[in-house]
């Protein structure tokens, strides 16, 4: 049984720190993309970074320079280390992994809600 846990999740002030973690267990995530998405309240589910097995990553523009997405394969981990959090960053934070990511256009793919594993879901707030 695949199973993707995301933890990391709180309530943080604006300009802080905080790192989301997304532990798979039931497949390899080193053979999969993998990605970061979120979903604020009444706002569609965004993509925000996502990394292929060739190690191409996409960025969304909203993120860049803030926030990292990594993956520690011997952990069978995703990290997403985000940094100067604003108050639009709430949300809730999802991870993902596909063998048959969504072409995003130049050499960008991501996971797809089609065909991918996702995880439960992370809260994340800043507010001060």
């Known amino acids: 049984q695949v199973q993707l846990v995301e933890s990391g999740g709180g309530l943080v002030q604006p300009g802080d720190s905080l790192r989301l973690s997304c532990a798979a267990s039931?497949?390899?995530?080193?053979?999969?993309?993998i990605g970061w998405f979120r979903q604020a309240p009444g706002k569609e589910r965004e993509a925000i970074s996502c990394?292929?097995?060739?190690?191409?990553?996409y960025e969304a523009g909203g993120v860049k320079d803030r926030f990292t997405i990594s993956r520690d394969n011997a952990k069978n981990t995703m990290y997403l280390q985000m940094s100067s959090l604003k108050p639009e960053d709430t949300a809730v934070y999802y991870c993902?992994?596909?063998?048959?990511?969504?072409?995003?256009?130049?050499?960008?793919?991501?996971?797809?809600?089609?065909?991918?594993?996702w995880g439960q879901g992370a809260q994340v707030t800043v507010s001060s």
């Open positions: 990394i292929t097995t060739d190690g191409t990553i």
């Open positions: 039931g497949l390899s995530l080193e053979y999969y993309a």
């Open positions: 993902a992994a596909d063998r048959s990511p969504t072409w995003l256009g130049d050499d960008y793919y991501c996971p797809s809600s089609r065909s991918g594993y």
